[in-house]
């Protein structure tokens, strides 16, 4: 006898759908890849580490360390994208992506593994983020503790820290940054450089190609409400759109280094532009820097690194960690 139909509950296809026993199907999947001790097309190393602390999960990338060459590394703190609802630091997009990263900027990447909404609502992942980062700087003593990363205390250069993320990411990065500017972090340590490819953003009142009508049915709209049900003032809420009034200065952000990346055909990218002039504006005195890039859509780089337009944007984005 076939199994009753399940009723939808929440449907955001090609996304995810939530059903009303409680299970979410995520559609846009990528498989589970284990990490390599070398990459033997990089020599990029890689492994997993658990609890850092307890409940967050991280994929470490170390590059190859040639003879004659520093062994301490930039030190980049990653956060994937997939809206807060799907996506893994341990998928074969992301891993692939991570590799080519690791092995341009040749720095130290630590990809966390934040939880995910419906079954962990926002703000766990932002929290998420902000305590790995926490254990990162963490690293930054000359004290020896037995549950020290030793890649961390090795390889990591702690005058060159970085967040950086996509899409979700971006967003989370954004709120690590702008946290950043009024917590202090462990060991003093600072937060050099930022970087937000293809940020997150939204709002009630749309900004260059986003829909003028319906906007309230809209993909990006539903899924900010369905990862983030509580959020006061729903889409006009400052973690999702930090352009409305009222919402924190941009002057507060704390690293003295930005990159924002946008693409074109990309519906986010009118609501990024704003961001920076936002950033441009707010009296925040650090360095800005805007790539956009010409007919090209939303995080096509992880998509088809191949590309040289994906491998343009790559090298720009590493060149900012590691001039």
Same mark, same amino acid.
């Given at each position: 006898?076939?199994?009753?139909?399940?009723?939808?509950?929440?449907?955001?296809?090609?996304?995810?759908?939530?059903?009303?026993?409680?299970?979410?199907?995520?559609?846009?999947?990528?498989?589970?890849?284990?990490?390599?001790?070398?990459?033997?097309?990089?020599?990029? #190393?890689? /492994?997993?580490?658990?609890?850092?602390?307890? +409940?967050?999960?991280? @994929? $470490?990338?170390?590059?190859?360390?040639? *003879? !004659?060459?520093?062994?301490?590394?930039?030190?980049?703190?990653?956060?994937?994208?997939?809206?807060?609802?799907?996506?893994?630091?341990?998928?074969?997009?992301?891993?692939?992506?991570?590799?080519?990263?690791?092995?341009?900027?040749?720095?130290?990447?630590?990809?966390?593994?934040?939880?995910?909404?419906?079954?962990?609502?926002?703000?766990?992942?932002?929290?998420?983020?902000?305590?790995?980062?926490?254990?990162?700087?963490?690293?930054?003593?000359?004290?020896?503790? #037995?549950? /020290?990363?030793?890649?961390?205390?090795?390889? +990591?250069?702690?005058? @060159? $820290?970085?967040?950086?993320?996509?899409? *979700? !990411?971006?967003?989370?990065?954004?709120?690590?940054?702008?946290?950043?500017?009024?917590?202090?972090?462990?060991?003093?340590?600072?937060?050099?450089?930022?970087?937000?490819?293809?940020?997150?953003?939204?709002?009630?009142?749309?900004?260059?190609?986003?829909?003028?009508?319906?906007?309230?049915?809209?993909?990006?709209?539903?899924?900010?409400?369905?990862?983030?049900?509580?959020?006061?003032?729903?889409?006009?809420?400052?973690?999702?759109?930090?352009?409305?009034?009222?919402?924190?200065?941009?002057?507060?952000?704390?690293?003295?280094?930005?990159?924002?990346?946008?693409?074109?055909?990309?519906?986010? *990218? !009118?609501?990024?532009?704003?961001?920076?002039?936002?950033?441009?504006?707010?009296?925040?005195?650090?360095?800005?820097?805007?790539?956009?890039?010409?007919?090209?859509?939303?995080?096509?780089?992880?998509?088809?690194?191949?590309?040289?337009?994906?491998?343009?944007?790559?090298?720009?984005?590493?060149?900012?960690?590691?001039?």
């Amino acid at each position: 006898m076939a199994s009753p139909t399940k009723e939808i509950l929440t449907d955001l296809s090609p996304i995810l759908k939530h059903y009303a026993d409680g299970t979410v199907e995520r559609l846009l999947s990528f498989p589970y890849v284990p990490p390599s001790p070398e990459d033997p097309n990089t020599g990029v #190393s890689s /492994k997993d580490i658990f609890s850092i602390p307890p +409940g967050i999960s991280a @994929r $470490i990338y170390l590059p190859q360390i040639t *003879a !004659g060459t520093s062994p301490k590394r930039p030190i980049l703190l990653y956060i994937h994208g997939g809206g807060f609802c799907i996506g893994s630091a341990f998928s074969s997009l992301d891993h692939r992506y991570m590799i080519l990263l690791t092995a341009e900027a040749k720095a130290l990447i630590i990809s966390v593994e934040y939880r995910l909404a419906p079954e962990h609502p926002l703000p766990a992942a932002y929290e998420d983020s902000w305590n790995a980062l926490k254990w990162v700087c963490s690293h930054n003593t000359e004290e020896t503790l #037995s549950e /020290k990363e030793k890649w961390l205390v090795d390889h +990591g250069d702690f005058s @060159r $820290i970085f967040v950086g993320g996509d899409s *979700a !990411g971006g967003n989370i990065v954004h709120y690590v940054a702008m946290r950043a500017g009024s917590e202090t972090l462990p060991e003093n340590s600072k937060i050099y450089g930022a970087f937000l490819s293809h940020p997150f953003f939204w709002g009630s009142i749309p900004i260059g190609s986003e829909p003028k009508e319906d906007k309230e049915q809209s993909l990006l709209y539903r899924l900010w409400l369905f990862a983030y049900p509580s959020a006061d003032n729903g889409i006009n809420n400052p973690l999702i759109n930090p352009l409305i009034d009222g919402a924190p200065s941009l002057s507060s952000l704390g690293c003295s280094r930005i990159l924002v990346c946008l693409s074109e055909k990309d519906v986010l *990218a !009118g609501r990024g532009l704003a961001y920076v002039e936002k950033v441009k504006k707010s009296g925040w005195k650090g360095e800005l820097k805007l790539v956009e890039i010409e007919g090209e859509d939303h995080c096509f780089h992880i998509f088809s690194p191949e590309t040289d337009k994906a491998q343009d944007l790559i090298s720009r984005i590493a060149s900012f960690i590691s001039p």
